[in-house]
């Protein structure tokens, strides 16, 4: 396949294993990311090019990045930044909403304005993250959900107004191995309790964020755009 797909994000868990997985298929990718040292070694693991952003939410530093890429053709778009606040609403400040959505939304926002006309001109795909916590609704999740509600609500918008040019899909993960959750599944007790709470009996990995990811990227799904694909081990829609 000719062209580039951009991942940000690219040395978190899910993008890593998704630039290596387009790697397998021979994808160039250009990938994205803060961390210069862990970005050279990706890069070099899978013959990619790369540059560094250090503020998703800044413009500036978001044309910077793409420079390198402003003339290639851009077949795809993976958005793969998150981040895991969980507080009581009671405790929770007005700045924790303010950063949550400015990394999560913003930054989004920014790449896909600067890559918009490229992506159009290829017929190309847009894939965004958010989190089962939208849709299922959970205890101290207020901050994150908030943000994740309005990515997905930037899902289906923009599907529909970047159609048939673009499409735009959503994955809504439960909790999955990643540098977010580390803290959280590092707690013997609550790692043995999360996979009892989902269907499949385990938490989610890399791979399986990846690989929707990847499919919703390339020409096999062209006739899905507008889609919050929930890929959760059965969390959003079943009782175990």
């Given at each position: 396949?000719?062209?580039?797909?951009?991942?940000?994000?690219?040395?978190?868990?899910?993008?890593?294993?998704?630039?290596?997985?387009?790697?397998?298929?021979?994808?160039?990718?250009?990938?994205?990311?803060?961390?210069?040292?862990?970005?050279?070694?990706?890069?070099?693991?899978?013959?990619?090019?790369?540059?560094?952003?250090?503020?998703?939410?800044?413009?500036?530093?978001?044309?910077?990045?793409?420079?390198?890429?402003?003339?290639?053709?851009?077949?795809?778009?993976?958005?793969?930044?998150?981040?895991?606040?969980?507080?009581?609403?009671?405790?929770?400040?007005?700045?924790?909403?303010?950063?949550?959505?400015?990394?999560?939304?913003?930054?989004?926002?920014?790449?896909?304005?600067?890559?918009?006309?490229?992506?159009?001109?290829?017929?190309?795909?847009?894939v965004l993250f958010s989190t089962v916590a939208v849709d299922r609704?959970?205890?101290?999740?207020?901050?994150?959900?908030?943000?994740?509600?309005?990515?997905?609500?930037?899902?289906?918008?923009?599907?529909?107004?970047?159609?048939?040019?673009?499409?735009?899909?959503?994955?809504?993960?439960?909790?999955s191995q990643s540098k977010m959750a580390k803290p959280i599944l590092?707690?013997?007790?609550?790692?043995?309790?999360?996979?009892?709470?989902?269907?499949?009996?385990?938490?989610?990995?890399?791979?399986?964020?990846?690989?929707?990811?990847?499919?919703?990227?390339?020409?096999?799904?062209?006739?899905?755009?507008?889609?919050?694909?929930?890929?959760?081990?059965?969390?959003?829609?079943?009782?175990?």
């Amino acid at each position: 396949m000719e062209g580039k797909i951009i991942i940000v994000g690219a040395t978190g868990y899910t993008g890593s294993a998704l630039a290596k997985l387009l790697k397998k298929e021979n994808i160039d990718c250009h990938l994205i990311g803060r961390n210069e040292l862990e970005l050279k070694k990706l890069a070099t693991e899978t013959n990619q090019s790369f540059s560094v952003c250090m503020d998703v939410s800044n413009e500036q530093s978001v044309e910077d990045s793409l420079k390198n890429v402003a003339n290639d053709k851009i077949l795809g778009f993976a958005y793969c930044v998150g981040s895991i606040v969980l507080k009581s609403f009671q405790t929770t400040k007005i700045d924790d909403f303010i950063n949550t959505f400015n990394l999560n939304v913003a930054g989004a926002i920014h790449f896909i304005k600067k890559l918009q006309k490229q992506l159009a001109d290829n017929k190309g795909s847009i894939v965004l993250f958010s989190t089962v916590a939208v849709d299922r609704g959970f205890n101290m999740h207020s901050v994150i959900s908030t943000a994740k509600g309005a990515i997905q609500g930037l899902t289906t918008s923009l599907a529909a107004e970047f159609a048939p040019k673009i499409r735009v899909n959503c994955i809504a993960p439960s909790i999955s191995q990643s540098k977010m959750a580390k803290p959280i599944l590092d707690n013997a007790r609550i790692a043995e309790q999360i996979p009892l709470k989902h269907a499949m009996k385990r938490v989610g990995k890399p791979e399986d964020l990846a690989e929707a990811a990847k499919f919703l990227l390339l020409p096999s799904s062209s006739w899905i755009t507008g889609q919050v694909i929930h890929v959760d081990g059965g969390k959003i829609n079943i009782e175990t």
